[in-house]
């Protein structure tokens, strides 16, 4: 009989112990979701996981972790970086204060200070990946897929928007060497050494040139997987073309966006200034003559037409442009400006 008692009651003990177990390892149905989400991202299934971090943020809008992995999981599947922004700054919407956190510390730093503003960036990071340490994340699936481009790329840009450039760059080259038609990895290595990552100081340029060179490098390798991709081609041309001792790249690069648009008015004014520049005149008359066709209504344009034609002999015709500026001109000065020259030019014979 004491020894049925015993049984009972270790019976009864074990079976408490095991409750209590239970009922601490209980998740929430939201948890389990989550898990769910990460086992899928964890085995690159980029689609499944997104899909699941969206159920996550409909049933719990307050979850900022969902937000941050539904942006990972969709920066894998597309590389898109305005989506992976668009995603992020949903959260703000939970918390407005986390719109300074998302703010790269360098727009809201009042002078220049290196050493405050490491300090910010570091501050910045340790609070994001509070949220939801999204490098650890990638990290455990690259663990599991070593293979996959897209992962990298993932955990590359990651580390570019916490600062951590150098990481990043490496993060790159493995999604490049995985992928060498991987454009969105070239053009964001390319942004890894424009950010002088090598940390050059001094007056010794050796890294600063190899930078140049090598962001200069990485975003032609992006250009000759997509000619049409505008965004890369400003990239580039700001990078290095836009000074004046190089007008002949200048010319080619500014050719190569005018071919996939040809009213870009930015485009065409700076490859009209190369020409002259390269007394390439009836080149800067074709300029401006498209600048004329697409947007008719502006003087200075005009003016640039008429100038050209008068450097190339034709002033009858560059006169006739002047008198046309001046007559849709609508600023009192520069009226002036444009009679001044066609007074200039009707003195000369």
């Not at 239970?22 to 769910?36: L, Q, V, W």
């Not at 200069?216 to 992006?222: G, H, L, M, P």
């Amino acid at each position: 009989m004491k020894d049925r008692f015993w049984v009972f009651r270790i019976a009864v003990s074990m079976l408490c112990l095991l409750m209590i177990i239970n009922g601490c390892n209980s998740k929430t149905a939201i948890e389990k979701m989550i898990d769910k989400g990460n086992a899928k991202f964890e085995n690159a299934d980029f689609a499944d996981a997104a899909k699941t971090f969206s159920e996550v943020i409909k049933n719990d809008p307050d979850n900022l972790k969902a937000y941050f992995r539904f942006a990972s999981a969709n920066l894998c599947l597309e590389s898109n970086i305005d989506k992976f922004w668009k995603t992020i700054y949903r959260i703000t919407v939970v918390d407005p204060s986390l719109n300074d956190l998302l703010r790269d510390p360098t727009y809201s730093q009042s002078g220049y200070s290196t050493d405050k503003l490491q300090k910010n960036y570091m501050i910045r990071k340790e609070k994001l990946l509070k949220i939801s340490d999204e490098i650890s994340a990638f990290t455990n699936a690259i663990s599991k897929n070593p293979d996959n481009p897209k992962l990298y790329f993932g955990r590359g840009y990651w580390h570019f928007m916490l600062d951590d450039i150098r990481e990043a760059a490496k993060d790159f080259s493995s999604a490049i060497k995985l992928d060498n038609t991987f454009e969105k990895a070239f053009i964001w290595r390319g942004n890894c050494y424009r950010s002088g990552y090598r940390d050059y100081t001094g007056f010794s340029y050796t890294d600063y040139y190899e930078n140049q060179f090598r962001t200069e490098y990485n975003y032609r390798r992006a250009i000759q997987i997509n000619p049409k991709n505008l965004q890369t081609l400003w990239s580039l041309w700001s990078h290095n073309y836009s000074y004046a001792d190089r007008p002949g790249s200048g010319v080619e690069i500014l050719s190569s966006i005018i071919a996939v648009d040809s009213t870009d008015r930015y485009a065409l004014l700076n490859r009209a200034q190369y020409r002259i520049n390269l007394k390439d005149y009836k080149g800067a008359m074709h300029d401006y003559a498209l600048l004329v066709k697409n947007f008719p209504e502006n003087s200075d344009y005009w003016v640039g037409l008429g100038l050209q034609k008068i450097n190339l002999g034709m002033k009858q015709e560059g006169m006739k442009d002047l008198r046309k500026a001046l007559a849709i001109c609508k600023d009192k000065y520069y009226m002036k400006v444009i009679q001044g020259m066609i007074d200039k030019n009707t003195s000369v014979k």
